[in-house]
């Protein structure tokens, strides 16, 4: 029997086309309406004088610098300010310090501390800047320097820059969160909201420490470390 179909064309394949819903539509007709979303607003770049709570007129408070024992691992300490019969104290501590230490304080490798540096770092104004140690007496009755928490005022005096080195075996023991509370009640009582600070990316312990104050980190764009600033009101 024949093919009927012989000679004839071939059939046309039939297109099946997807049905759009009517919810697909109606997307697409409001998606070719819409207006475009404006571009994000640029953000205001972080302002810490804006950012904190204003702290009150100043009111130098003169117990705020007075020494005061404190315990740290179970043994008796003084935190105090820094004087210039500390210069051999702060060399010798400087020298215990390992090359890990010095990069955490200061981002840089420094071999000595001269003399004239000690006298300096001693001798601070301490109605203006503020460089706190922590002492312990030894057994010959000599005091032991095993840290420092200082801030420097900026050239404008509204703001300070804050450090920290605490001895590597006396670390963990809350010295340094001392130093920093000190120092934060220092700042405010002469009229600071925020003392400011340069950390290593890589200091985490510093930077936790900073973050429980309610430090705002923000890193230093091309460097390897982190700004923060710390509201001198507990947060
Ligand atoms: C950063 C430094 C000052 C901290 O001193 P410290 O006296 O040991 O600090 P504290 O004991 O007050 O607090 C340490 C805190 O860090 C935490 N910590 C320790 N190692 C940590 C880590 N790897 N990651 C996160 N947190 C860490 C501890 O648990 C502790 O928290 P806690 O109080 O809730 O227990 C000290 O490690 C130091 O001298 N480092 C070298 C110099 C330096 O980094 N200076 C900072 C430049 S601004």
Same mark, same amino acid.
């Given at each position: 029997?024949?093919? $009927?179909?012989?000679? %004839?064309?071939?059939?046309?394949?039939?297109?099946?086309? $997807?049905?759009?819903?009517?919810?697909?539509?109606?997307?697409? %007709?409001? /998606?070719?309406? %819409?207006?475009?979303?404006?571009?994000?607003?640029?953000?205001?770049?972080?302002?810490?004088?804006?950012?904190?709570?204003? %702290?009150?007129?100043? @009111?130098?408070?003169?117990?705020?610098?007075?020494?005061?024992?404190?315990?740290?691992?179970?043994?008796?300490?003084?935190?105090?300010?820094?004087?210039?019969?500390?210069?051999?104290?702060?060399?010798?501590?400087?020298?215990?310090?390992?090359?890990?230490?010095?990069?955490?304080?200061? #981002?840089?490798?420094?071999?000595?501390?001269?003399?004239?540096?000690?006298?300096? +770092?001693?001798?601070? &104004? @301490?109605?203006? &800047?503020?460089?706190?140690?922590?002492?312990?007496?030894?057994? &010959? #009755?000599?005091?032991?320097?095993?840290?420092?928490?200082?801030?420097?005022? &900026?050239?404008?005096?509204?703001?300070?820059?804050?450090?920290?080195?605490?001895?590597?075996? $006396?670390?963990?023991?809350?010295?340094?969160?001392?130093? +920093?509370?000190?120092?934060?009640?220092?700042?405010?009582?002469?009229?600071?909201?925020?003392?400011? /600070?340069?950390?290593?990316?890589?200091? /985490?312990?510093? +930077?936790?420490?900073?973050?429980?104050?309610? #430090?705002?980190? $923000?890193?230093?764009?091309?460097?390897?470390?982190?700004?923060?600033?710390?509201?001198?009101?507990?947060?």
């Amino acid at each position: 029997m024949a093919n $009927k179909n012989q000679g %004839a064309e071939p059939r046309r394949q039939r297109v099946v086309r $997807k049905r759009r819903s009517p919810h697909q539509s109606a997307h697409r %007709a409001r /998606a070719r309406h %819409a207006v475009k979303p404006p571009p994000p607003a640029p953000v205001a770049p972080f302002n810490p004088f804006l950012a904190f709570p204003p %702290a009150p007129p100043p @009111q130098e408070d003169p117990r705020a610098l007075e020494p005061r024992e404190v315990m740290f691992g179970g043994q008796p300490h003084v935190l105090r300010p820094l004087g210039p019969a500390d210069e051999a104290r702060l060399i010798s501590f400087f020298n215990s310090h390992t090359g890990e230490t010095i990069r955490q304080r200061y #981002g840089y490798q420094i071999s000595e501390m001269t003399p004239e540096r000690a006298r300096r +770092l001693v001798g601070v &104004d @301490q109605l203006r &800047d503020v460089a706190l140690g922590v002492f312990e007496r030894a057994p &010959d #009755g000599e005091q032991v320097l095993h840290a420092v928490g200082r801030y420097l005022l &900026d050239a404008t005096g509204k703001s300070a820059e804050a450090a920290f080195v605490v001895r590597e075996n $006396k670390r963990g023991l809350g010295i340094c969160t001392a130093l +920093l509370r000190a120092l934060l009640q220092v700042a405010r009582t002469r009229g600071m909201s925020f003392l400011g /600070a340069q950390v290593q990316a890589d200091n /985490a312990p510093m +930077l936790g420490i900073f973050r429980r104050h309610g #430090g705002r980190v $923000k890193p230093i764009p091309g460097a390897d470390a982190m700004e923060v600033f710390v509201p001198t009101a507990p947060p």
